[in-house]
T-cell receptor, first 116, second 112 residues
Framework: EPEVTQTPSHQVTQMGQEVILRCVPI?????FYWYRQILGQKVEFLVS????????KSEIFDDQFSVERPDGSNFTLKIRSTKLEDSAMYFC??????????????FGDGTRLSIL | AQSVTQPDIHITVSEGASLELRCNYS??????LFWYVQSPGQGLQLLLK??????LVQGIKGFEAEFKRSQSSFNLRKPSVHWSDAAEYFC??????????FGKGTHLIIQP
């Protein structure tokens, strides 16, 4: 069964540095998402992306964050000037169609980001 | 705005016993509802989903869930749990927006 793959599985970064988290969505999916799960807390929506632009974003997704689909397969989340509170598990997800489409989102295994 | 409440943070069940995990949601119209499972160090795996139609939905690994509009609930059930079911279970709702809204999760512990 096709999977969403995320790399790296664990990223350790010094505070203030930039980090790029990478995701390869399922190949025929058109909608892509990033979520965040701070340790011990619930999974939170960050952003959705369709047709090479942001479709929707949450309050968490401020100017520190950006997303990009640099080629036909990768979907990236960039975090600039990382802070300690950015430490979390970041999940990528994809779906064939968008909201209210009877198509669930499929999640990757996540990247654990640790900011030192 | 939509929200999800999972009232039980931890649940302990004996292997072979039945299981029910509770989920209540808040949304103005009929939502799409999901249960995901997260094993330690793993991602989120979709167990089952409700979009419309039959309010009792079957999922993978022998799980089922029932949508009750009058109670705004979508409880997850399994008649007989296995040790491999130990994991974190998340209920999620999708309203009119792209993003899923998750509950805080229920940690399931299986006793031998």
């Amino acid at each position: 069964e096709p999977e969403v793959t995320q790399t790296p599985s664990h990223q350790v970064t010094q505070m203030g540095q930039e980090v790029i988290l990478r995701c390869v969505p399922i190949s025929n999916h058109l909608y892509f998402y990033w979520y965040r799960q701070i340790l011990g807390q619930k999974v939170e929506f960050l952003v959705s992306f369709y047709n090479n632009e942001i479709s929707e974003k949450s309050e968490i997704f401020d100017d520190q964050f950006s997303v990009e689909r640099p080629d036909g397969s990768n979907f990236t989340l960039k975090i600039r000037s990382t802070k300690l509170e950015d430490s979390a598990m970041y999940f990528c997800a994809s779906s064939p169609q968008g909201a209210r489409s009877n198509q669930p989102q499929h999640f990757g295994d996540g990247t654990r980001l640790s900011i030192l | 705005a939509q929200s999800v409440t999972q009232p039980d943070i931890h649940i302990t069940v004996s292997e072979g016993a039945s299981l029910e995990l509770r989920c209540n949601y808040s949304y103005g119209a009929t939502p799409y509802l999901f249960w995901y499972v997260q094993s330690p160090g793993q991602g989120l795996q979709l167990l089952l989903k409700y979009f419309s139609g039959d309010t009792l939905v079957q999922g993978i690994k022998g799980f089922e869930a029932e949508f009750k509009r009058s109670q705004s609930s979508f409880n997850l059930r399994k008649p007989s749990v296995h040790w491999s079911d130990a994991a974190e279970y998340f209920c999620a709702v999708q309203g009119g927006a792209d993003g899923l809204t998750f509950g805080k999760g229920t940690h399931l512990i299986i006793q031998p």
